[in-house]
């Protein structure tokens, strides 16, 4: 009994290892087999890179010799549009030269006596009134030449002379100013009080007090320059003395000229001029002529398109359009300095300096 018994646990260990062995057996099998897939798939993905690797490198030698052919043509579209700007800019020339030098002469003949009568007639009707006192019989007839001072500021600016006195200070004001239409005379400094529609204050430049202020009628409603937003008033001195410029809504947004007394600020007499504020960047008077400056939104060439004699000897009519010298920016004010014959300019930041020349007025102003 005992034997059996043992004889058959004996027989199942045997068969129990047996059956263990086959199954690691087959397991061994299957992890081979999963191991050849896997090798072969390595070796596949292997392949692949190198195949990629093959492509990126031609594809990148293609780019490579694209951009090549692409910076030729660049560097040709470069000179041809260099040489056109040239081409430009020696039309523009060409076209200035003929407009300062070539005065049109039209050919029209005109009976003379006929002719001599209409312009007596036309000078008594439109004789101006006041007599402004200085004998003054000059024209603007262009803006010669260009210096650049320095860089200064933003494009907000403004820089004089004063026209009777010498050097340069750093002032501070008694009150605050709005735009940058001032004028210095005589030791007085003249500008629109920020805040104010349209006062005008006259401060010594010496010790800073207010010596007498103004409210000028009609004057901060809209910007005097529409290119030029933030003055409302602009101040000019000339050889005659000082005046106000404008725009008034009421009258189409044209400017209005005012001469002002320099002592009490009172005003003397206001012309309506037919000059626009539209596309204006600001305005200057010499002799008694306001010259409305003229350019686009874009910054451009700055012309001087409208003039408004208050003698009524010079007409916009008859002038030739005149060109600044060629800077593509705007300015934010211009100041004339009457003995120096120079036009002090803010041009986007940079204080510059042009030179005027003038001559001698066709007719004289009949006072
Ligand atoms: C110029 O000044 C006015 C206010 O007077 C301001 O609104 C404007 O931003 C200024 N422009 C620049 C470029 O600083
Ligand atoms: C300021 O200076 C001017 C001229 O230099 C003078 O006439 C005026 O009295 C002075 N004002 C004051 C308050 O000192």
Known sequence: MYNWCSLLAAFLLTQRMGYAQRQEMVMMQYFEGRMNQLEDRLAKCDQDMQNYEQKLYDLSKE?????????????????????AVMRVERVERELEYLETEGPKQPCVEIDETLLEQQVKEEQQKKKVQINLGTDCNMALSAVKSLKIVKRAGDANGSWLKDPSKGSARRIQLPFPWQGTGHAVYNGFLYYHRADTANEILKVHIHNLTVNDRTLLQ?????????????????LAVDELGLWAIHADSDFGGNLVLTKLDKSSLGVEHTWDTPCKSRDAEGAFVICGTLYVVYNSRYGGRSTVQCLYDVYDTIHSEDTPLLFFPK??????????????KLLYSWDEGYQTVYKLETKKKNKVPSI
């Open 63 to 83: 780019v490579r010799g694209r951009l090549e052919a692409l910076n030729v043509f660049k560097a040709e579209v470069k000179s041809q549009v260099e040489s």
């Open 327 to 340: 800077r593509y920016a705007t300015h934010s004010s211009m100041h004339y300095h009457p003995k120096e």
């Open 218 to 234: 009609g004057a901060g409603r809209m910007p005097a320059y529409s290119l030029s937003p933030h003055t409302f008033i602009d």
